[in-house]
């Protein structure tokens, strides 16, 4: 573990009304909580290990980028191990957004206004609230990864000043509990993995396309330096992103930070 954690408890299933799928860990403050669990998983730590920290210092997001991880924001990640290819993986990305959905509208009783922003973006009112970041151990021969870490950031408290795509709980009104909602979201992942495991992405997916942003959005998407725009028609069956271009075509995206315009 490293010397900017301190380690404040540990114990199953602490937090009440949390699955007993998960062991809970709370630190006072880390790094990352990715890189803590990422140790954890290279220990042998098991499937549902959980690391919340209430506060990060080098908070990571997406592409490089840094994650705003100030004291009264939540941050925590989950230690999966699936045995499925590597191909399918990103597919977990979905899978934990609509926790983080369920578990914002059971909270709030918000029933409209979160929306999905692909990949795996949660907007409320079309503003950033929450974003994950999806990180496996290399693969083994049959090119399966022995652990995947999916971090989750909620801005509770406040959003990056420097933003103004990004919004948080507290600036619309809602003041929340943040074991009740590690609870909700986490219970709601543990089932829609389960769901994943045995059934496959498809009604992942369908749920994911019920609640994002509708097709024929306008957005643009920059990959390699190039912006594309076009509007959103949906994602294939492995996740990746449809976008319809203004001379009709439609072209297959897997990666990059979508903007909607
Ligand atoms: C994004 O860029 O949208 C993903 C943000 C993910 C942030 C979370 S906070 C908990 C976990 N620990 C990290 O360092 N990052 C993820």
Not at 54 to 63: A, E, H, N
Not at 100 to 123: A, C, E, H, S, Y
Not at 173 to 185: A, M, P, Q, R, S
Request: positive net charge; glycine residues 8%; aromatic residues 10%.
């Amino acid at each position: 573990m490293g010397t900017t954690s301190s380690f404040i408890n540990y114990s199953v299933s602490k937090i009440d009304g949390l699955s007993s799928f998960f062991s809970y860990c709370k630190y006072e403050s880390v790094d990352s909580t990715n890189e803590i669990l990422k140790d954890l998983a290279n220990k042998s730590f098991p499937e549902g290990t959980l690391v919340h920290a209430l506060m990060q210092s080098k908070g990571k997001g997406r592409s490089g980028k840094a994650w705003y991880s100030p004291k009264g924001n939540l941050f925590f990640s989950i230690l999966l191990r699936p045995k499925v290819p590597i191909s399918v993986i990103s597919q977990l990305s979905f899978v934990a957004s609509l926790a983080v959905r369920q578990g914002l509208v059971n909270i709030t009783n918000n029933m409209n206004g979160f929306i999905f922003k692909w990949p795996n973006d949660m907007l409320l009112n079309n503003k950033k609230i929450s974003g994950i970041l999806l990180e496996c151990s290399p693969t083994n021969v049959s090119n399966v990864p022995d652990w995947v870490v999916i971090g989750i950031g909620l801005n509770i408290f406040e959003s990056p000043e420097e933003l103004d795509f990004a919004t948080s709980l507290n600036e619309h009104g809602y003041f929340v509990d943040l074991n009740i909602l590690i609870k909700e979201i986490a219970n709601h992942l543990e089932k829609f993995y389960k769901d994943w495991l045995i059934n496959g992405f498809e009604n992942i997916r369908n749920i994911w396309l019920k609640y994002s942003h509708p097709k024929g959005k306008k957005i643009s998407i920059v990959i390699q330096n190039k912006k594309i725009e076009g509007k959103f028609n949906g994602i294939t069956s492995d996740g990746s992103l449809i976008i319809k271009l203004f001379d009709n075509s439609t072209k297959v995206i897997s990666g990059g930070e979508v903007n909607l315009i």
